[in-house]
């Protein structure tokens, strides 16, 4: 099993862009969710799924929308990219909320 | 909404030495998380607490759930330099909620 992926694992944007970071889990697990880390303030949670076609917002989710067509995939997507989404961003999945598996990260820098 | 806090944000060690980080909650939890993340590294999950008073041990450390389920500490006795990274709390609130993480405490053993 891959686990989590995540792809880019780097990405440089300009302030406007917008684009998409892709995540996948092989592990058939309904729990999926999107955190961005800042230095001192932690993991917060951005956005999260509890199974195909259900998400929710988490604590800050404005200026990025998520979709859940399938178990596998959970995309975030930045509209108008700003330079406060400077961050590193990691998607985890979980069987029923319980462990989380993390991606990798990608480290997102918007100019 | 829900907070959870944790401190130190860092703890620098002579190796040998212990180590504790203390995780509070602003509401009852049902169960908490602990994850380690390695500098450049993604969060891993290493322990669930769930029954209040319960204490749980892995090897040299030893994770603490309050009895009023609001509070939570991860100990470390003996310090390594392999122990060296960030520790994070996650804690879901009674009503099956988010699972929200605290700022983590970042630690560094000096050799």
């Known amino acids: 099993n891959a686990g989590v992926t995540q792809t880019p694992k780097f990405q440089v944007l300009k302030t406007g862009q917008s684009m998409t970071l892709q995540c996948a889990q092989d592990?058939?697990?309904?729990?999926m969710s999107w955190y961005r880390q800042d230095p001192g303030m932690g993991l917060r949670l951005i956005h999260y799924?509890?199974?195909?076609?259900?998400?929710d917002q988490g604590e800050v989710p404005n200026g990025y929308n998520v979709s859940r067509s399938t178990t596998e995939d959970f995309p975030l997507r930045l509209l108008s990219a700003a330079p406060s989404q400077t961050s590193v961003y990691f998607c985890?999945?979980?069987?029923?909320?319980?462990?989380?598996?993390f991606g990798p990260g990608t480290r997102l820098t918007v100019l | 909404g829900q907070q959870v806090m944790q401190i130190p944000q860092y703890q620098h060690v002579q190796e040998g030495e212990d180590f504790t980080t203390y995780c509070n909650s602003s509401t009852t939890l049902s169960n908490i998380q602990w994850y380690k993340q390695r500098p450049g590294g993604h969060p891993v999950f290493l322990i669930q607490l769930v029954k209040s008073g319960e204490v749980k041990k892995q090897k040299r450390l030893t994770f603490q759930f309050g009895e009023a389920k609001k509070n939570s500490s991860l100990h470390i006795t003996a310090t390594q330099t392999t122990d060296v990274g960030t520790y994070f709390c996650a804690g879901r609130d009674n009503q099956g909620g988010k699972l929200i993480f605290g700022q983590g405490t970042e630690l560094s053993v000096k050799p």
């Open positions: 592990m058939n697990h309904e729990y």
């Open positions: 985890a999945s979980s069987y029923r909320g319980d462990t989380q598996y």
């Open positions: 799924s509890v199974g195909a076609g259900i998400t």
